[in-house]
């Protein structure tokens, strides 16, 4: 078997390389002594120097080369083990073996600044993650925590060095790491002094560090938040409230007043009893309308959760549009969608944009031609038509994962958007203040948001749906 000869190392590839460029210059210098009329003693003498500076040259050339490779493996070596204060001097010039200590030292100086940017960009993460009133945890694919900043411990109420290696089932987190990634929980299982039962936001994602997947928890207290606005909405409900029940109220009280009154005149006046009677009409008046703002309210309490089905979005459009009769409503085409939502909830959301819309239409008609507003005669049965010309139009459009669909009318805009969405407050004569707060209700239910303003191309205003889109297209 023939055996396998390792190849010579570049230090011997260097000293055979320079011995073979002297050896022509050695030969003819030995030639010469040789061929001359020199002493013996002299020549050999001569001879023995020649060959001597030619291996003297060819072990300094190799020795040079040698040592210039060893700085460059000592700076690499030095920027391996990430000390980058290591430099090289060029005393070659702009060579070749000079132009490699100026990239090397180049390449030194950038890793230099990149990692003191690193590191003050981790400082800074890091005097971040211990001053925000968040807890983090980061888990690795067991289930186990690996990274946890100083509000988390004190939430779990243990050092870090006692919690990381911790699974979540042992720190009470486990049901964090199923479910939706984002949502309100409730968590009693905490035992720091920032424990105890209450609502707590949850936050996870996901990634990868090392090639391996991780899960990053965010915990944040919202029951003080949530303690706050349940308050500044109980005191607007209130505040309503008391507005409506004082106007119904106060007339009352007064009637009522005016009818004692009148029942202790003694002769009492000959109308007295149609009196008495209009008096009582006021009163079971006023009644039923407080009657009908607790009813309303009632409603707005008790809205069930939705109950998702299939909506085909272009046929739910035509649909509540072809449900007024008093204004045509034009249905603008959009694309063929299909979602996930509660198909009743949503007829009664579009129903109540849709009637604002025209009756803010047939206010603004009464404005300008001073008509006493709306019959239910004017105009032709409108619904859903795909042209031609009318106050209201209603559109749909998909925007991303979401599901944008919007109504527009000509009215005179909308009066006071700070009260838009307060349960009871209303700018119409009949309205009862509920139905755009039960609108937003509705949509907040299916995981989306509805909004009103102002037109920006002209008069009147638009009121937007967005619903999240979690049936695709499916149209083909």
């Known amino acids: 078997m023939a055996t396998l000869r390792r190849p010579p190392s570049h230090e011997r590839r260097v000293l055979a390389l320079a011995l073979t460029g002297g050896l022509p210059a050695v030969v ?22 020649l060959v001597a500076s030619w291996l003297g040259f060819a072990m ?11 700085t460059l493996a000592n700076m690499l070596g030095a920027v391996r083990d990430g000390d980058f204060s290591v430099r090289g001097r060029m005393d ?25 940017g690193a590191l003050e960009a981790t400082a800074l993460l890091r005097r971040v993650l211990a001053e925000v009133e968040v807890g983090i945890f980061a888990f690795d694919a067991d289930a186990r925590l690996r990274v946890v900043n100083n509000h988390g411990e004190r939430m779990l109420g243990r050092p870090a ?22 949502r309100t929980v409730e968590l009693t299982s905490f035992g720091g002094p920032a424990s105890g039962t209450g609502r707590w936001l949850l936050r996870r994602s996901s990634f990868r560090q ?5 899960q990053l928890l965010v915990l944040s207290d919202a029951s003080r938040a949530l303690r706050e606005e349940e308050h500044d909405a109980w005191k607007r409900l209130v505040r309503v409230l008391s507005h409506e029940i004082n106007n119904s109220l106060a007339p009352i009280s007064s009637v009522a007043g005016s009818l004692e009154q ?7 006046p000959a109308d007295w009893e149609d009196d008495l009677r209009s008096g009582l009409e006021v009163i079971a008046g006023r009644s039923e309308g407080l009657r009908r703002i607790m009813a309303s309210y009632a409603r707005l309490a008790k809205l069930p959760p ?20 008093r204004l045509p409503v034009v249905v603008l085409p959009g694309p063929e969608i299909a979602i996930r939502a509660d198909g009743d909830q949503l007829d009664q959301l579009l129903i109540n944009l849709v009637g604002n819309a025209v009756d803010a239409s047939f206010e603004a008609r009464t404005l300008e031609a001073g008509e006493a507003g709306p019959t239910g005669e004017v105009g032709d049965v409108g619904g859903g038509g795909e042209g031609g010309e009318g106050g209201v139009r209603v559109g749909w459009d998909r925007k991303g994962d979401a599901l944008h669909v919007w109504v527009e009318d000509d009215g005179p805009g909308v009066a006071d958007n700070a009260n838009l969405f307060v349960p009871f407050f ?3 004569r009949e309205g009862s203040g509920i139905g755009l707060a039960l609108s937003r209700q509705i949509a907040e239910g299916h995981a989306g948001d509805l909004s009103l303003r102002d037109r920006d191309d002209g008069r009147g205003c638009r009121a937007e749906l967005r619903l999240p889109v979690a049936l695709e297209n499916e149209s083909r």
């Open 92 to 116: 070659g010039g702009r060579d070749a073996l000079g132009l490699a200590f100026h990239e090397i030292n180049s390449l030194t100086e950038t890793l230099q600044e990149q990692r003191l």
């Open 426 to 428: 209303t700018t119409k």
């Open 262 to 268: 009148l029942l202790r005149r003694d002769p009492r």
């Open 28 to 49: 003819l210098a030995l030639v010469f002594v040789y061929a001359g009329d020199w002493d013996p003693p002299l020549r050999f003498g001569v001879g023995v120097l």
């Open 306 to 325: 939705p109950r998702l089905a299939r909506v085909e979005v272009a046929a739910w459009v035509r649909r509540v549009a072809s449900m007024e009769t």
């Open 60 to 70: 300094a050339v190799r020795q040079r080369v040698r040592r210039s490779l060893m």
């Open 210 to 214: 090392g090639g391996f997947p991780h």
């Open 161 to 182: 060095e006692r919690l990381v290696g911790s699974s979540a089932a042992e720190l009470g987190l486990d049901h964090c790491l199923e479910g939706e990634s984002l």
